[in-house]
């Protein structure tokens, strides 16, 4: 699932060049916002590390910390050539990083039940 939601943001980006109508494109403008931290967590829980085995709460957390930081990171003013590069901060894409953790940990959490219900019952 995480590999798939962050590799949707390639493709929204490569749609990105193509022109759409108001709706596609406000949709296709938060759909990284809404995707990547959905499959950052996502990609945290698949994995084996340390941070795997917090609880899912505070992976959560972390990943939101980190998605709404990356957005605001857009804010900072940058040095040398990199002030030519256009970010886009917008205050969609902050409100769709915050509800794609939310929706993230929703899922995650009923997948994890899940599990447990169908490991207990096969004990």
């Given at each position: 699932m ?6 949707l943001?390639i493709?929204i980006?490569?749609i990105?060049w193509?022109h759409?109508?108001?709706v596609t494109?406000?949709?296709?403008g938060?759909a ?7 499959g950052?967590?996502f990609?945290?829980l698949?994995s084996?590390?340390r941070?795997s085995?917090l609880p899912?709460?505070?992976i ?16 900072i003013?940058r040095?040398?050539i ?6 886009t ?15 993230g940990?929703f899922v995650?959490?009923?997948?994890i039940r ?5 490991h207990n019952e096969a004990?």
């Amino acid at each position: 699932m995480s590999l798939i939601c962050l590799l949707l943001i390639i493709l929204i980006k490569a749609i990105r060049w193509i022109h759409f109508s108001v709706v596609t494109t406000v949709f296709v403008g938060i759909a990284p916002s809404l995707l990547g931290p959905a499959g950052f967590l996502f990609l945290i829980l698949s994995s084996s590390g340390r941070l795997s085995r917090l609880p899912l709460v505070q992976i959560t957390i972390l990943v939101a910390l980190i998605a709404l930081g990356l957005e605001f990171a857009q804010l900072i003013p940058r040095p040398g050539i990199l002030e030519y590069v256009r970010f886009t901060f917008d205050w969609l894409d902050v409100i769709a990083s915050g509800v794609s953790a939310g929706m993230g940990y929703f899922v995650a959490r009923i997948l994890i039940r899940k599990n447990e219900k169908n490991h207990n019952e096969a004990q």
